[in-house]
């Protein structure tokens, strides 16, 4: 029997409605609560203040564009079974549960080599039991084993509704008001054929200016370079701190940090369904800060000026270049530090970071954006958009990063 | 000595402060209240309902970041002088003094040949005679005649406060939001170099998102095919009306009207700052509107079934396509409309028109937007933009448009 | 069969579906295009420039709410018939269709003593023999015939969905934010017990925030002093331009409001459902303004004074008091106006005006807000709320205005 | 020297710039970077998702909101020295500096009935040290010993801009849009008069919507049921943690944490300045998540099962009444704990609490608004407004809650 029926307060969508108890239900366990405890844009907020807003917002929102964009595939007479609806539903509910905090550090650090959506099919597949093979169809919508493949495109393709929320979403806590994106519009331009996505022409300035804001949203906000200087340093704290553990001395850290510390885990640890998998739900952001905070004043000079920095905002410089810089300048500041801090050398490349950053926004390959022309024909965005230069857009682009310890 | 401070309640940049006597004096004269009887989108109202904003509202808003702009440069340390400041305010209030109602349209039907900057320019010369030389700055600013080159940038120019306010005000207005650009980002990055204007680096992204804005902009909005398909039949009515007086048939309109309809008018006319002029500032959308519907009774086929097209939304069908259609296609609706109306084959092309719309977003020639690299170097967007196709968006667009009356 | 679906970009509401034919035949019908060339506001367009919405776009924002309404109705096991959803769509779309052009002044002027809803009512009829009956029971609703009476409540009532619209969109307009209402909240709230609305107790303080806000858009838009002043001028100018007409003077006009000057109209005049009618449908803002304009080189020096003051914002000056200021006062300012006009006592009357305005915000002895209490006791919100004065909101509030000419 | 222009870009109100070096010395300064790990809300975003902005956003907010009101009094020729606007900024920007971790849930557990304004004084003269004496004008006006009283009344009193930011803010990150109030009116309506802030009376009723606001946001979130239950629940689990701590327990916990689980703080502990002090500010919401999510695990029946229903999100059944609920139904419940979970009657204390929350919105005593009215007479709002029960308002509402642990 359905409950009463619950409505979540959003400030980007307005009011959105829980569709049903078997969603609310997925909503209410403790793999999607933890989504509360994680930021959705990790440390972006020492660059934007309103950036708050948690994972667990933002697969809310997803959800709700997801029930959007499917009550308009009905409209369009395209068949949408109520198995198909719930799947569809929980795996955009789910597809960020294997998410750790501040994820892309944390995959540079604790758990090299293990990606998040591996975490969230192991995840998927352990709520699978726990609630009866009842989200079949939603795991294979998410490993696009499912044979009407829009619904796969749906929760993660160039045109999903993850970005179409989380574009929003950012722009709206960001304050940076051009990134946002007409996503009603794009969902009323949506249409399936041969159980593809298709954009009905008209919204053709739609999906160019939806790509040109998720361009603007990389630069101006995601690889920020204030935010990336964060990222280096909390990279480098949590290696520093793991060399320490595994050297055996004592650090304070939760248990489930203590786990990641001292072990190297890789995806076959996840695999087992043993400790790695139970000790990462317990992980979220506060784990990480409040170790941060202790180790402040911890007797290891790398672990404390690190952790310092980041506490009270005392960041690493960061100079950005088209090119890699030369490695005599990273030596340079070595040195540097080995005087003033008395360090080892090996001690003193904690405090500078070289790194790349690729990106590129649209990609062919993995999948493609098709838009209908009134005859039938369809055409991807690269050859139907006279404006974009798409290929511009697929290839990498390239940024070198060097960041340092301040003086 | 200064009145009371005056301050203008704008739902899309909050409260806004007239900065002092001059301005608001300017904003009190006929010329700028007039204003306030023009939409800034014209027959736009058709699609969005919401779109019924003045070009009052638009001139003032313009202003206001006028004086954002200033100020930021004058933080910057470019010396602006209090003669410079107000004459530049006065010369975007006063920019668009020169529109008539409907301006596209009237510039195709009664003010043939005669671009409303001219009359703009015209108007300017007469408010300054009256208060004797003051607006003569702004008169240099306006007609790029200023040494200091970019305060006329400013009011005209690829990155002008006329833009950035009409593309954010359409915005918000039509309800089309992803047309919102980050006007207030805009400004912060401006910089002048060589008394031109240039943009810091770190705003490209910005310039970019503001160019695909304004794309977006024109294709979904101000090109929208059923708004050009109304001011097809505006044209055509007004065409018609002018044939009928002028054959010595007696037309209800107000006297501003009737004068346009009956005269031939050229730029000459208008010089002469006799009648035509006179006429001209009387004239706003009300003469229009007020005209067809009570020539929706007229017995002049022609003239009633397009006015009361105009009045009740029977719009035009309108066709787009890349190509021109072939001639026998306009013949075969001609003959249509003489068979059903007994019309001549004269009369009957009022009810089919073609037309071509050609648009090139961004002109290098006309002026360009100019970036500033840190070391000083300057490049045009094009060259700057790895991204932008801008070949493509100088190139002309080309659109054909049948439009003819439906069934 | 049912068209291609019909949708509307709103800027407040977001897009709004047409829900069905019948629904998109009433909105193409000229009664109800003819309000698109009506503005909600009036003349506070003079003191909030963007204030330029019509009440088609009121009409439509107010029939989406209805549509919002009654679907959370039946999601809360209210019946609710297809004839009845119909009837209420049609009820909201068409309640306002009576207005004419500054419908306040108007009834003070032209139409003296014949209430808009009165002339809605007539034409609703109209309508209703032009489809055969269909809106028979729209009709029914908009008279409070209907026996579930909560329809009629929607239409007209304490919390109708046309106060839920006009706050909301006025709010937005004007850009007074405070004066936003949380419509969605409010309809959340919204359940039927014996026939009748009632509003869900944790939905009260939403209701005494939308009573306040009423009040708060009441003082400072609709009765905002300076909108008044326009008003009363806009008043003594049609009165005066209707005792030429009387007197034989020819002065321009379009034929319908040459209609309104020359003849005495009463309730009878449009129940005959003859001239007066068809003319008043004929009637919009654009006849007003394109007459003042004329006007203003009148050789009448009131009909010429007041014109010129209307279209160049030279309104009189007014000023408000709890009191009733004394005759004297008017006398003299009548004085004055001889003197300088060279008038006579009656023609300088059309240069003073005092004026008493009245509000009282809610009226229980009308309608009544009722409170449903968890153990199922309604109590109406003047016994429910601790917090509201409702004795003093239904209290009428007397203010009075006196506005002459300014030097 | 002035550095390079600080700008943070602020959801809410744009673009903020911070005025001067001093100004963002404070911002930096580890006292204030804490607060970005402080929630303005605490356990609201359990009700409203977006509700995750911190306290230091909400000080940056009300900062500019006090530049924007020093501003304004100059203008209307209040003489403000740059040493009281630096004063009045700094009072601003730290008056929150005090709060902890759920400040309200703390002062009823760890630091009891030592108030956040307490440690706010403390930690503002500690910072006064550190400055050497650029504090002193800011502390006086905090401490209301300034003798221009108006500007501590603009950091603290019935108008502050406090309250000014934080309803707008919580309304923007809630999604509650009907709570937002119209700050920039208010602000424009202020001026002093005999050294106190008066309003002038065309503000009046951007004053009772303010008033009014504020009272819907009290109900509707700030003592939103499900919040207090969260609030009750915390409460518990940290007392409980006490108890186990000072019985000898060990409990994983942050060394601040520990400190404050062990002992019994009180406003003399933190005024000796020693360890209390450093302790509280290595405080924050982190803390007390990491600790709560390790106290799921332990082995205390009590402790696990509180700090997982928090964790989790199994909150306490709340009842909300207006009367005292008999004493038996508390024993009742205890009853029941003790044999479903094997408990002392002590421990089964925990799982059920009874509260009382009185709120009185407006307290004359302690403060008024000022109507300045034209004629320079001077009324306290409660006899201004005719329409605000003042009385009312000023009366303490006293709601009852009973909470429990949920079967």
């Known amino acids: ?93 789910l597809h960020d549960v294997g998410h750790g905090p501040f994820s892309h550090v944390l995959e540079h650090s604790l758990v090299k080599n293990v990606r998040h959506e591996e975490i969230s099919l192991l995840l998927m597949r352990q709520l699978d039991a726990e609630c009866k093979g009842k989200l079949q169809t939603a795991i294979d919508i998410f490993t696009d084993r499912y044979h009407k493949r829009f619904l796969h ?43 593809r996505l298709v954009v009905e022409l008209k919204g053709i300035y739609s999906i160019e200016n939806f790509l040109m804001s998720r361009r603007l949203m990389y630069w101006q906000v995601y690889l920020h370079k204030t935010a990336i200087a964060a990222e280096i340093m909390l990279t480098n704290v949590l290696q520093r701190a793991k060399e320490l553990v595994q050297n055996g001395e004592n650090l304070f850290a939760s248990p489930a ?11 076959g640890s996840f695999e087992a369904e043993g400790e790695a998998l139970d000790y990462f739900v317990q992980l979220d952001d506060n784990d990480i800060w409040t170790a941060l905070k202790v180790w402040v004043s911890h007797s290891d000079k790398v672990l404390s000026v690190l952790s310092n920095g980041i506490v009270n905002r005392k960041l690493f410089k960061i100079e950005v270049t088209p090119e890699k810089q030369p490695e005599e300048k990273t030596r ?54 006279d404006m974009l230069n798409i290929e511009l857009l697929s290839k990498k682009v390239e940024k070198y990063y060097l960041a340092y310890l301040r003086d």
């Not at 994680?38 to 667990?56: D, E, N």
């Open 1 to 93: 029997m359905q409950q009463k029926r619950k409505i979540i307060n959003d400030p980007v969508f307005g009011f959105i409605n829980i569709p049903n108890d078997f969603v609310y239900g997925l909503m209410c366990h403790p793999f999607v609560q933890r989504l509360n405890r994680i930021r959705q844009l990790g440390l972006a907020a020492f660059v934007y203040p309103g950036a708050q807003h948690t994972r667990f917002h933002h697969s809310i929102g997803a959800m709700y564009l997801m029930d959007e964009a499917l009550r308009h595939l009905r409209e369009k007479n395209q068949e949408i079974t109520p198995d198909e609806y719930n799947g569809a539903l929980a795996a955009i509910l």
């Open 153 to 195: 495109q749906l929760v993660s393709g160039q045109l999903d509704v993850d970005r179409l929320d989380y574009l929003r979403r950012d722009s709206f806590f960001t304050g940076v008001s051009e990134g946002n994106i007409g996503s009603a519009r794009i969902i009323k331009m949506l249409d399936v054929r041969n159980d």
């Open 257 to 267: 940090l203590s786990y990641f510390l001292s072990k190297d885990t890789d995806l």
């Open 332 to 385: 340079m500041f070595i040195d540097k530090f080995k005087r003033e801090y008395g360090l080892s050398t090996h001690e003193s490349t904690y405090f500078v970071s070289s790194d790349i950053v690729t990106t590129n926004m649209y990609s062919e390959e993995d999948d493609s954006i098709d838009i209908l022309y009134k005859d039938g024909t369809i055409k991807d965005i690269s050859t139907a958009s």
